[in-house]
């Protein structure tokens, strides 16, 4: 039997929804939501099919991009709570046809957003993968702490994608959006790892909470609260920027420097189920402060659209 037939085989054996999952969809939904703000943000006017495809082909990569990481991290994933169900820790999908279907992804994904878009939006889309599937997942997330930090770029670079195929360059407002979610990124996930300081433990991930231990993430994300705080207003007054953005920027700025104010005065010493529930109530805080601010110049956008 051929690689290729064997490969199918898999396919339709392990069924879809398990291929469908190495996609990290709900990866790929902040990844289609932030690239569509950049799309539309831009000050060049995309055809709809154009943009449609456009989003479509750069969420694809962003799923190839899961499956690549995936395959890599399955002994890593197979050891926590949070990953141990996830298709290859559970047998449903083998690493070979993760990895063929990874790569075959990311092929189609940057081979067809070149196509409907530009080489710029293509090239981006390739270094994305590149990026989180090789210097994150392969180099970066088992070796230093700062896996997150540097590796918050993967996840950053959609908007400015989508920008890209809107525009065919890379302007100083893309490089905002890019900051933005930068800068987000390693006070989000470091609350999550605040709690799940154990499963990272186990799997020997250096997650700064293992490395540096729980004070010094504590201090941290409240840095890195206040330097997005900053970028923020920066944006809000920028060209993609407004009265909407800016009022949206001081209530959950107020609400984001709060929660991660209290995390960095908080001990080690409570018990108990409700233990870090300061951590939960901030990881969530951070979804609803990004998906906001996106929103909010997506709306900026759509007025200067209508001429109000």
């Known amino acids: 039997m051929s690689d290729t037939t064997s490969n199918a085989t898999g396919l339709l054996r392990s069924g879809l929804p ?63 709570r949070r990953t141990r169900n996830r298709p290859i820790p559970n047998g449903q999908v083998t690493p070979r046809a993760a990895l063929v279907f990874g790569l075959a992804l990311s092929v189609l994904s940057v081979a067809a957003l070149w196509a409907v878009s530009n080489a710029l939006a293509a090239g981006l889309l390739a270094f994305t993968i590149f990026f989180y599937a090789v210097i994150y997942s392969m180099i970066l ?25 809107a525009t065919g360059s890379v302007g100083i407002e893309s490089l905002m959006l890019f900051g933005l979610i930068f800068f ?5 996930f470091w609350a999550l790892a605040l709690y799940m300081h154990d499963d990272y433990t186990r799997a020997g991930v250096p997650m700064l909470t293992v490395t540096h231990g729980r004070a010094v993430t504590r201090r941290r994300i409240l840095l890195y609260s206040v330097v997005l705080a900053v970028i923020s207003v920066g944006v809000g007054v920028s060209a993609i920027g407004g009265p909407i953005f800016l009022a949206a920027a001081v209530v959950l ?13 908080r001990g080690e010493d ?3 189920a409700d233990r870090y529930e300061t951590e939960r109530r901030f990881f969530r805080l951070t979804l609803y402060y990004l998906f906001t601010l996106f929103a909010a110049i997506w709306l900026e956008a759509a007025i200067g659209t209508a001429g109000f």
């Open 253 to 265: 700025n107020v609400a984001l420097l709060r929660g991660a104010a209290a995390i960095s005065a």
């Open 184 to 188: 987000w990124t390693p006070p989000h």
């Open 18 to 80: 398990s291929y469908l999952a190495l996609l990290k969809p709900r990866v790929m939904s902040l990844v289609i939501f932030t690239a569509t703000v950049g799309v539309f943000a831009a000050p060049v006017a995309v055809g709809p099919l154009n943009a449609i495809l456009s989003l479509l082909f750069i969420a694809i990569g962003a799923g190839a991009s899961g499956a690549l990481n995936m395959w890599w991290d399955a002994d890593i994933d197979a050891q926590m």
């Open 270 to 272: 409570a018990a108990g």
């Open 141 to 165: 997330k088992r070796r230093t702490p700062q896996n997150i930090v540097i590796g918050g770029a993967a996840g950053a670079f959609p908007p400015m994608i989508g920008w890209a195929a």
